[in-house]
């Protein structure tokens, strides 16, 4: 397990790598495996980067997130501006469907709204905007509603494990209730962890995915 000093460290160095960070405005606390970053940053796609950042480093068990955006006076957008943006952006993204998705500004902070069949379209809205300049926070409430049974989605997942990893498909237990999917039992690594997770997601009508599978290396 590492000190509290080595993960403070390795979380510094791995700001300092990433190139769309400046790791000298950000400020790392580490006390046992948890994480706080502060600071204050230039835009919204930074801060994201930091985060995703920390995230990637060994041994962080959680975030505290206590950064800010204070947008250069360059940099600075009204919300009219930003809200045509966001509209432009979404309606130019082919993974995000025609006037499914609805954008809403306040102050800078970009809020999505409306329905969608698929997560990826979901995730594809809010990457869509994220980078936009002017924008100081994303809030993403668009929701994935099922279109297919239960039984119709667990049937789904099973194909595609099946397609993409097989040997695990039969020592799994697929849970689902509504949108959501709860995925139970044994993997051998990491990579299969993951792969059983976005099989989890890419079937139609899934909105949420708890992964309780265990990691048997």
Known sequence: MKTDTQLRNDVQAE???APEVKASN???????GVVTLTGHLASHAEKYAVERAAQRVHGVKALAVELTVKLPFDNQRTDADIGLAADRALEWNVLVPEDKIHPMVEKGWLTLTGEVE????????????RNLMGVTGVS?????KPKVSAADVEKKIHEAL?????REASRLSITVNGSQVTLRGTVHSWTERDAVQ????????????????????
């Open 198 to 217: 976005g099989a989890a997601w890419s079937t139609p009508g899934v909105s949420v995915v708890v992964n309780d599978l265990l990691v048997n290396a």
């Open 162 to 166: 099946t397609r993409q990893v097989e």
């Open 15 to 17: 700001l300092n790598w």
């Open 26 to 32: 950000v400020g790392v606390i580490a006390k046992d």
């Open 118 to 129: 698929w997560e990826y379209q979901r995730s594809a809205a809010e990457n869509a905007v």
């Open 140 to 144: 993403n409430l668009v929701k994935v």
